[in-house]
């Protein structure tokens, strides 16, 4: 079973894997999300909570919701919330946990903040996996595209009824 959980110091052991060369052009390590929350918080900027994803009560994988304002180059909806750094530890990879994941991701946001109502996120344009994921879960790309580090971006999005 997947759950979700806010990120707690005592997680970081077990999510100090890394991704294979192809994954690790697509997505942040956990390690990396961190640090950079940890600069963004220095500078009073305490939108981004990191999230620890559980399967059978071991830590299995990463992400980060962000309420900032970095939402808004791929949204006009300012109660979006932007989805950022999902991986799963290879040694969990192939279980569906990524899939349950991004299922679980909805309550998860709505629980935690009542007046969100979508989820925005972006995806690498040659990463077609994680694409045709996102969109078996109810994610849309409506054709814009933004500039990532490994190049363009697809924007997809989810709204949360």
Do not use: W
């Not at 079973?1 to 005592?10: A, G, R, S």
């Not at 399967?55 to 962000?66: R, S, T």
């Not at 991986?87 to 946001?109: H, L, R, Y």
Request: charge should be negative.
């Amino acid at each position: 079973m997947v759950k979700l959980q806010f990120f707690e110091p005592k997680d970081l052991s077990e999510l100090n894997y890394n991704l294979d060369e192809i994954q690790a052009q697509y997505s942040s390590l956990p390690k990396q999300a961190l640090e950079k929350i940890e600069a963004r918080n220095q500078n009073d900027d305490f939108f981004a909570y990191p999230i620890t994803i559980f399967y059978n009560e071991k830590v299995a994988g990463f992400c980060v919701l962000d309420f900032g304002d970095d939402k808004l180059q791929m949204t006009d909806n300012s109660d979006a919330v932007l989805l950022r750094s999902l991986s799963i530890n290879p040694d969990f990879q192939g279980k569906g946990i990524g899939k349950s994941a991004m299922i679980a991701m909805d309550d998860f946001v709505k629980q935690h903040d009542k007046d969100c109502n979508e989820i925005v996120l972006s995806v690498n344009e040659r990463n077609d996996l994680a694409f045709q994921i996102y969109l078996k879960q109810g994610y849309v790309y409506n054709g814009k595209k933004i500039d990532g580090r490994s190049g363009p971006q697809f924007v997809m999005s989810k709204i949360l009824d």
